[in-house]
T-cell receptor, first 116, second 115 residues
Framework: AQSVTQLGSHVSVSEGALVLLRCNYS??????LFWYVQYPNQGLQLLLK??????LVKGINGFEAEFKKSETSFHLTKPSAHMSDAAEYFC??????????????FGQGTILTVHP | DAGVIQSPRHEVTEMGQEVTLRCKPI?????LFWYRQTMMRGLELLIY????????DSGMPEDRFSAKMPNASFSTLKIQPSEPRDSAVYFC?????????????FGPGTRLTVL
């Protein structure tokens, strides 16, 4: 079975500062990894996904994530935070095959607060 | 495309009543997922369908919950009878699953309050 651990349920940064949201995964087979963002009272929106093509993945709104197999990590970064980035972020893992095929296993989420 | 459509957006009901949540997936997608989100338990997968067939319902809390997908463009999640602990936001998501795993597209959710 797959699992995801997001380190830090709350992260606070100043506007213009680096954003780093941590995600570690566990999977016995090559994983597919996703980052989603959820704004208040909305559904989840895909930020980016890793599908074994390139280890550095660029997403929407200036976010990117790097897949590091040796560290089983897929941390999300953005060089300069904007007030509009304040939201909850979810890391998720899936695999292509077996009984878990296509299912997403989500982390517990990280709430990002951006201070002026 | 209109995206995943869910109705109603908000539902307030009394304990013991039947509740039906509805979902229209994105046209052409072959998989549909029902999730429940609460503060205490986060995002939980309840059930998912592939080509209208339920594949995994291990997340359905108990017999009070049932889900159907009569055709490729419609699914329902029913709770009968409802209880206060069922209060949550319920999301529907759809995806196109093939040789690769593609992302799931989420609807706006239904906020259910059971009094």
């Amino acid at each position: 079975a797959q699992s995801v651990t997001q380190l830090g349920s709350h992260v606070s940064v100043s506007e213009g500062a680096l954003v780093l949201l941590r995600c570690n995964y566990s999977s016995s087979v090559p994983p597919y990894l996703f980052w989603y963002v959820q704004y208040p009272n909305q559904g989840l929106q895909l930020l980016l996904k890793y599908t074994s093509a390139a280890t550095l993945v660029k997403g929407i709104n200036g976010f990117e994530a790097e897949f590091k197999k040796s560290e089983t990590s897929f941390h999300l970064t953005k060089p300069s935070a904007h007030m509009s980035d304040a939201a909850e972020y979810f890391c998720a893992v899936s695999v292509a095959g077996g009984t878990s095929y296509g299912k997403l296993t989500f982390g517990q989420g990280t709430i990002l607060t951006v201070h002026p | 495309d209109a995206g995943v459509i869910q109705s109603p957006r908000h539902e307030v009901t009394e304990m013991g009543q039947e509740v039906t949540l509805r979902c229209k997936p994105i046209s052409g997608h072959n998989s549909l997922f029902w999730y429940r989100q609460t503060m205490m338990r986060g995002l939980e997968l309840l059930i998912y369908f592939n080509n209208n067939v339920p594949i995994d319902d291990s997340g359905m809390p108990e017999d009070r919950f049932s889900a159907k997908m009569p055709n490729a463009s419609f699914s329902t999640l029913k709770i009968q009878p409802s209880e206060p602990r069922d209060s949550a936001v319920y999301f529907c998501a759809s995806s196109l699953l093939g040789l690769a795993v593609n992302e799931q597209f989420f609807g706006p959710g239904t906020r259910l309050t059971v009094l």
